[in-house]
């Protein structure tokens, strides 16, 4: 291992200290007086990990993350070295040995928290690149289909219409329910079982949806096709794949287990990982289904290919697809710290807490006469999201109404847009009470 290297894991989760290194490995001044040491069963203790401004309720924490404690010094602590000698630290840390490349750090604590195994995690920016990385790699015959729903967001519709166009296939939506709150995961199911045709090759959904609330059951619907696919040559079996963004950091559910063949994720929302980092899970075997669209610098032999002037031998792997060109190292190598913050607490236990903290808002809103409540209040019908309507009040309206009294909440940015309260561990049930105390003054 590299001294650098070295140097800089001794401050982060994979060692004991969380010193911000100067020169020499020495700790900075502003460190001389520590913080109070980190107590992940003391939810107060979680929240003192952020510097979100305490004077506003932040209702809208799936949408970009505030970085706790340990991804702040871990950004710090990559960016002094590499602003010390960014040749040497890029070259020790990313290139020069197999052993020493942080990348591999970092799917390693991805595979952990997903239940799978470090070779089947690719490194993206994005949710939207993951999902655009897994449409245009993969190959569609000409009359083949994509599947999916009118729930998804715009960029899971159009990494599809891109793919589709590119290949000469086609793209259909259908809808999974008329009614979010009336939603039912059997009907779900059997809907898009019942939509399946011949020449479907692949099946695009969302865990969560945005404009919702609702939540897939990804498991039910994985076995679903299975059955379908058993019945399919190899060649034409149906792939589902997966945007699991707003289900990924929430849920207490092991992705790798879910049976999709593709999962997408950013990791700056629910996971608070550092802005500009994703990931994609996926089977070994569906891997080799895709073709990636951009030069990796984390996959040996496509490089080795390319120096002795011949095909990558082999079929596709994860660290193929996970795109080069030089990233923000210091963001996606802290994301290790993101995922260790939330193992520390505990997954179920993240949980818990969301879906209880989001279950008081919902229970809040359903009491109040003027309110149309969207989302179901079922917590194993949602997760993170609550979405509504306030009678006589167009939703940008009430966002800026929540905005002057101090709450942060959003809009849903789709055709029909609904209010979006969505309560996260940086939360209390005081933050809770007072966005429905605004709501309440709006009858």
């Not at 939540?215 to 058993?230: Q, V």
């Not at 179901?376 to 009294?405: L, T």
Request: proline fraction near 7%.
């Amino acid at each position: 291992m590299s001294l650098s290297r070295r140097r800089i894991l001794a401050g982060s989760g994979i060692a004991a200290s969380a010193l911000t290194l100067g020169p020499l490995g020495q700790a900075t001044a502003a460190q001389e007086a520590a913080p109070r040491p980190f107590r992940p069963h003391d939810w107060k203790s979680v929240r003192a990990q952020f510097l979100l401004a305490p004077e506003y309720a932040h209702l809208s924490n799936f949408f970009f993350a505030s970085n706790p404690t340990p991804v702040r010094e871990a950004i710090t602590r990559y960016r002094r070295a590499f602003d010390e000698n960014p040749y040497s630290f890029l070259d020790d840390n990313m290139f020069r040995r197999d052993e020493d490349m942080l990348w591999r750090d970092v799917c390693a604590a991805a595979a952990e928290y997903v239940g799978g195994k470090p070779e089947e995690i690719a490194l993206t920016s994005s949710t939207t690149m993951g999902l655009a990385l897994v449409y245009n790699g993969l190959r569609l015959k000409p009359g083949q289909e994509v599947l999916t729903t009118t729930h998804e967001f715009y960029p899971h519709h159009e990494s599809i219409r891109l793919a589709v166009e590119k290949w000469g296939g086609s793209m259909r939506k259908i809808p999974l329910y008329e009614s979010a709150q009336k939603f039912s995961a059997d009907e779900a199911v059997a809907r898009i079982r019942a939509a399946i045709r011949p020449h479907t090759r692949v099946v695009g959904v969302t865990w969560v949806h945005s404009g919702t609330g609702v939540r897939l059951p990804i498991a039910p619907i994985a076995a679903a096709i299975g059955e379908l696919n058993r019945h399919r040559d190899e060649a034409d079996r149906i792939l589902l794949v997966v945007d699991g963004v707003h289900g990924f950091g929430v849920v207490d559910e092991d992705v790798a287990a879910m049976g999709c063949d593709f999962f997408a994720a950013g990791t700056h929302k629910w996971i608070l990982g550092p802005h500009g980092t994703g990931i994609i899970w996926g089977k070994p075997e569906s891997w080799a289904l895709l073709r990636p669209t951009i030069p990796s610098l984390m996959a040996k032999e496509t490089t080795d290919a390319w120096r002795q002037e011949r095909p990558p031998a082999g079929p596709t792997q994860a660290a193929w697809v996970s795109p080069g060109g030089f990233f923000a190292y210091e963001h996606q190598w802290a994301v290790i710290e993101a995922f260790r913050f939330h193992r520390q607490i505990g997954r179920g236990r993240v949980h818990d807490r969301i879906a209880e903290l989001n279950g008081q808002i919902k229970e809040g809103l359903a009491r109040m006469k003027h309110v149309t409540l969207h989302t179901p209040v079922d917590a194993e019908r949602s997760a993170g999201f609550v979405c509504f309507d306030v009678r006589g009040h167009k939703p940008p309206e009430v966002v800026q109404i929540f905005r002057d009294h101090r709450v942060i909440a959003s809009g849903t940015p789709y055709a029909v847009p609904h209010v979006r309260l969505s309560a996260g561990i940086v939360n209390f049930p005081k933050d809770v009470d007072r966005a429905l105390r605004v709501v309440r003054s709006l009858a």
